[in-house]
């Protein structure tokens, strides 16, 4: 046996100790429950069900833009983006395509002029958003680190090449990160938030958008929005919203009406 091997086995038991002792408190506030019984896949996330009546629900628009970019997202092919990827498996093919072609989907029934990015990473969602997107449209895509210097990226010189895809290196979750392309922002007519998952950096987006003064209410998109350090933040947004995890990330997908 290898000396990861070791610590990993260390490292289980200290966690199946941790939780066995936690139950009795947990049980306590009925959050506690029989362990579920092991599934077959690939990767799997602890998340928590909430009370839906005592939330804030979708607005009419936001039902009608979903509505129609699952339909867009049911019909469309991003073989393109099947092609980028060193192998399988080739998430934009497979059902319901990640948040890959619901991406592309809002973008064919918005028909945004400005679209934005929080979180460039590998750049795949990027190349999702510009898949469909209309000439003068734009994707501006903002990150802390280069594209170039991005692990397994898959973005290349030419996709920048007509100025449909442009990276900004702001830092959009803090307060002076907002200054230099404010007014950009406040263009925005799409915004796709895929970033840290911490339990803090998307509540400070949110705080930071709040400070934004928009043309015209956008549609922001939310990933991972299931994962145990998104729940808070996404059951805490007041705006107009709609969970469409069945079309999108299967880490959960939220869509907002920024009103």
Known sequence: MTGIEMDGRRIAKAVRTLERRAR???????????AP?????????????????????????????ALAAAQ???????????????????????WPGEHYRLL?????????????????ATGLSALALMHD???????VTFDVVPWQAYPGGVLRDADFADGR????????????????????????????????KDGHQEQRFLDNFAQITFAAPP????????????????????HPKLDLT???????????DWR
Request: neutral net charge.
């Open 24 to 34: 009795p408190r947990l049980r306590r506030f009925g959050l506690a429950a029989a």
């Open 104 to 120: 592309a989907g809002l973008v064919r029934t918005l028909r945004p002029a400005t679209v934005i990015e929080v979180g460039t």
């Open 165 to 196: 895809l442009v990276q900004q290196l702001d830092d959009l979750s803090t307060p002076g990160g907002l200054e230099r392309p404010r007014e950009l922002l406040s263009q925005a007519d799409l915004v796709f938030v895929d970033a840290a």
């Open 246 to 256: 069945s079309f999108g990330h299967w880490s959960g997908t939220g869509l907002i």
């Open 37 to 65: 019984p092991r599934l077959d896949a690939r990767h799997a996330e602890r998340s928590m069900l909430f009370s839906a009546d005592d939330d804030v629900g979708p607005s009419a628009r936001l039902v009608e833009v």
């Open 72 to 94: 867009a997202a049911h019909e469309s092919s991003l073989e393109s983006l099947d092609a980028r990827l060193a192998g399988p498996p080739y998430w934009a093919s497979l």
């Open 219 to 238: 549609v922001m998109v939310f990933d991972d929005i299931r994962l145990w350090n998104m729940l808070k933040i996404w059951r805490g947004i007041r």
């Open 133 to 139: 997107l209309a000439p003068p449209g734009r994707v």
